[in-house]
């Protein structure tokens, strides 16, 4: 039997984006009569909860959202178990060689630390104090063949500083400036089996020049 493993995060009006903005999440509802009908506005940052970013999230010519076709994120996913780790931990090379199964080119990396597990909804902390990747190791998945990498913790060490200039974002520049996509605010990668590849699915809206977009990431995993 199979099931379908929901490992998107849940946004709602307490949700805020990543401190490059800081905006909120809103939602404004209109309705008709005399029966029940709604249609609703959101405005939010593309890159509020579960999303994906492709490379004109970090460069002027880069691919958007309506390029980029859904094999890329579509595929073998495989998951590096790193649910040991804490507050603030730099992901490592060395964490990687000895967690990481073997991977193949073409394989979805998902990285688990179990942070949004434990900590989304808590803004700014979920941010300011998550597992970052260091850049050897963002550099390491890619140069293994890694077509999409994703997180369940913040990526970036940037969060942490008063300020930053979009240069701070080494980890987007590395995995997207590679041809990988970059997918972040993932959840409940403690479904997953950590001894064999599983079929997983991105699926992200397809807007015109947007460098980014909300995602439902999902697995298919048997029982």
């Known amino acids: 039997m199979t099931r379908i493993a929901d490992l998107s995060v849940r946004i709602g009006e307490e949700t805020l984006s990543p401190p490059s903005v800081n905006l909120q999440f809103q939602m404004t509802s209109y309705h008709r009569g005399p029966g029940f009908w709604q ?18 999230h970090v460069r002027e010519d880069g691919e958007t959202a309506a390029d980029v076709a859904l094999d890329r994120v579509f595929g073998e996913a495989l998951i590096v178990d790193l649910s040991h780790v804490g507050p603030n931990h730099e992901i490592t ?3 990687l060689e000895e967690r990481a199964p073997e991977i193949r080119k073409g394989d979805i990396v998902l990285v688990r630390t179990d942070w949004t597990d434990k ?18 190791a963002a550099q390491w998945m890619v140069d293994r063949g890694a077509k999409a990498i994703g997180f369940d913790c913040f990526s970036e060490y940037c969060a942490r500083l008063p300020d930053f200039t ?5 980890i987007h520049k590395i995995i997207l400036e590679n041809g ?15 001894d064999r590849r599983f079929p997983f ?13 909300p995602a439902r990431f999902f697995a298919l995993l048997d029982e």
């Open 39 to 56: 249609a609703s506005k959101v405005e939010m940052l593309l890159h509020t909860g579960s999303h994906v970013d492709f490379t004109r």
């Open 93 to 95: 090379v060395a964490d």
């Open 119 to 136: 900590q989304w909804g808590n803004f700014p902390t979920y941010y300011t104090e998550s597992p970052y990747c260091s850049p050897e």
């Open 166 to 170: 979009s240069e701070d974002f080494i």
């Open 180 to 194: 990988a996509i970059l997918m972040q605010q993932m959840t409940g990668l403690g479904q997953c089996p950590t």
């Open 201 to 213: 699915f991105a699926p992200f809206i397809k807007i015109t020049g947007a460098e980014g977009s």
